[in-house]
């Protein structure tokens, strides 16, 4: 059989819990998710996943990298690539593959292509480019207040729809490359914007959720790291005391909604590509860049410790699952979206690049072979929630470890405490609790150096956004990239489109040419 395609599905903000065929046990919410649900019966599962930064940019940066935050230079939503480091895409570029990237990747300046050969539409200019809803934004549009206001029933059409927009696009591009070059393989990651706020959805998904269909968070505002300087921070910034329960509800409704009406997109997706006979011979991957609070805690959004913030769904799914050759399996040990870069090489027959900090998980995922415990770093080597609030969060078998710059650790037993509810630093612990406490609080003072990271984020990020800024307009978000070489606003009509630009160099510099080149 020739080598594998690999269809690369990444969702942003959808957060572990918010899967159908997760159990309630296991901290499931109760959204309706078939076609995700069909792919977790014929896919290896990872459980316990993690990003490696709760924030756009920077966990996909790290997931493109194969490498934790510091070393791959992923601070904040502007941080730029390091185009010495090897990418997954890239990697598999020069190994043989097409590849292709429709939709968000949220990439600081001019480093847009990062191993692909093709982005036919998305945020080229790295602003995001989610949509803005036509009804009022309140709060100036504050994005943090608007969060749990912008929500309910779309006022887009259906069609025009971002998701909408990438599943077609990678549909075209893929029947294309098909037709044109049917023996070479492709790795085509398609990156939606849902459940990303704004948290807006059909009408026929926010009313199977509002007001009767939605559950209150399983996680409450309590416990003994509820005044936590970290968790205060983010109750502070988030304007917790500001959202009534009314609110908070009809929001987490909408988060349903726009979980599930992603659930279809992929779904006529699939079938498309079914019919085409693109899935035949080709690696299905589902993850998120991070997980959403949706009110857990009492907190929204992400950038924080919490297991909602830092832990994501992760499937693989090879073709021989799909035809009865291989079962479904679960794998419960903590693994992190680094690991996707080593493991995607090795099931590709793709050479592993040195120097990368994932590790590859394909025994488990071909032969259900157990993969070794090791730590699992989530950081944020920000100030996001004041002075001191860098943070480093380790899981490490059925424990979790937080080390904050200038803050007091945290310390939990998730096993036992999956809602974080019971920091243990200074309670009685069993003999296998005092033993992991120890080997994580002596493994976390050892793994990382705050000042040392603040350093290189002053200096290097700076340098990096200073050498590849681009001159895109502000105004612009979502673009697409024409076969002529035009950049046009694909936010303006189909029949009048704006020409942001006749020559992608005009915006991007001269290696932009360079960037896209086979």
């Not at 997980?291 to 857990?296: L, Q, R, S, V």
Request: charged letters at 25%.
């Amino acid at each position: 059989m020739s080598r594998p395609n690999i269809l690369f599905l990444l969702s942003d903000e959808h957060s572990y819990r918010f899967m159908g065929h997760v159990p309630e046990e296991r901290g499931g919410e109760p959204v309706d998710t078939p076609a995700f649900d069909r792919l977790a019966s014929h896919s290896t599962v990872f459980t316990d996943a993690y990003c490696q930064m709760p924030l756009c940019t920077p966990s996909r940066l790290c997931l493109l990298t194969g490498r934790e935050v510091r070393r791959a230079g992923a601070w904040n939503n502007a941080s730029v690539l390091r185009p010495e480091l090897p990418t997954l895409p890239g990697t598999l570029r020069d190994a043989g593959y097409e590849t292709c990237l429709v939709g968000k990747m949220h990439l600081g300046g001019t480093q847009q292509f990062v191993g692909f050969n093709h982005r036919p539409y998305g945020d080229l200019t790295g602003k995001a480019g989610h949509q803005a809803e036509l009804f009022p934004q309140p709060n100036g549009h504050d994005p943090i207040q608007s969060r749990t206001k912008v929500v309910g029933q779309t006022t887009i059409p259906e069609s025009l729809l971002q998701d909408q927009v990438v599943s077609l696009e990678t549909l075209a591009y893929l029947r294309e490359h098909h037709a044109s070059q049917p023996d070479k393989p492709w790795f085509l990651c398609a990156s939606f914007s849902r459940p990303h706020f704004p948290i807006t959805a059909p009408a026929r998904y926010v009313d199977r959720y509002w007001p009767d269909g939605v559950t209150r968070p399983r996680v409450p505002a309590s416990g003994n790291a509820y005044d936590h300087p970290m968790s205060l921070g983010m109750r502070t910034g988030f304007h917790v005391d500001e959202i009534s329960d009314e609110e908070m509800m009809r929001a987490r409704a909408s988060y349903f909604a726009c979980v599930s009406y992603l659930d279809e997109v992929i779904s006529d997706l699939f079938l498309r590509l079914e019919g085409s006979g693109l899935l035949e011979n080709t690696i299905i991957v589902y993850t998120s860049d991070h997980g959403e609070m949706a009110g857990e805690h009492g907190v929204w959004w992400k950038n924080g410790w919490y297991e909602a913030c830092t832990r994501v769904p992760l499937m693989i799914s090879l073709p021989e699952h799909r035809v009865g050759g291989l079962h479904a399996y679960q794998c419960h040990t903590p693994v992190g979206l680094i690991d996707l870069f080593p493991t995607l090489c090795s099931l590709s027959e793709t050479p592993i690049p040195e120097g990368l900090d994932g590790v590859d998980l394909s025994e488990s995922i071909v032969h259900h072979n157990p993969i070794p415990d090791r730590p699992i770093y989530s950081d944020n080597l920000m100030p996001r929630w004041g002075e001191g609030t860098e943070f480093r969060s380790i899981r490490w078998k059925h424990f979790k470890y937080v080390r904050f710059r200038n803050a007091p650790p945290l310390f939990f037993n998730l096993q036992d405490d999956p809602g974080e509810q019971k920091n243990l630093t200074d309670k009685t612990k069993t003999s296998d609790e005092q033993e992991a406490l120890q080997y994580l609080s002596t493994h976390a003072e050892e793994s990382i150096d705050f000042d040392q990271a603040e350093k290189d984020r002053l200096v290097r990020d700076g340098h990096l956004r200073e050498e590849y800024a681009h001159h895109a307009p502000d105004s612009t978000g979502n673009l697409y990239h024409m076969p002529s070489g035009k950049i046009i606003n694909a936010e303006d009509t189909l029949y009048h489109p704006t020409v942001i630009a006749d020559d992608g160099r005009d915006i991007f510099g001269p290696d932009w040419e360079a960037q896209n080149k086979s």
